[in-house]
């Protein structure tokens, strides 16, 4: 089962731009990336660029997260329980 959250955290990036540890509730949890993919859709009307990543934290939680490649900005998007 998973939690579609889609809020907005801080992430630092390692030379390929991939995350290396997030921050979200006011902690900062290391993580290990699994699969990564890119969304670029609706160039036509309201382009969606985004890179997405699938990742557990240090403490074995598996998230979604995404950054929006428009803004740079960095969001929690789901959380499997």
Same mark, same amino acid.
């Given at each position: 089962?998973t939690?579609?959250?889609n809020v907005?955290?801080?992430?630092? =990036?390692?030379a @390929? /731009?991939?995350?290396?540890?997030? %921050? *979200?509730? /006011? #902690? $900062?949890r290391q993580? %290990?990336?699994?699969? @990564? *993919? %890119?969304?670029?859709d /609706?160039?036509?009307?309201?382009?969606?660029? #985004?890179?997405?990543?699938?990742?557990?934290t240090?403490? +074995? =939680?598996l998230? $979604?997260?995404? =950054?929006d +490649?428009?803004? /740079?900005? *960095? $969001?929690?998007h +789901? $959380?499997?329980?």
């Amino acid at each position: 089962m998973t939690t579609l959250l889609n809020v907005p955290i801080t992430v630092a =990036q390692d030379a @390929s /731009g991939a995350p290396t540890c997030i %921050t *979200w509730e /006011g #902690r $900062v949890r290391q993580v %290990t990336v699994h699969l @990564s *993919w %890119t969304v670029d859709d /609706g160039w036509w009307d309201e382009r969606i660029y #985004r890179a997405y990543y699938k990742l557990t934290t240090d403490d +074995r =939680q598996l998230l $979604v997260v995404y =950054q929006d +490649r428009a803004t /740079g900005t *960095w $969001v929690l998007h +789901r $959380v499997y329980d």
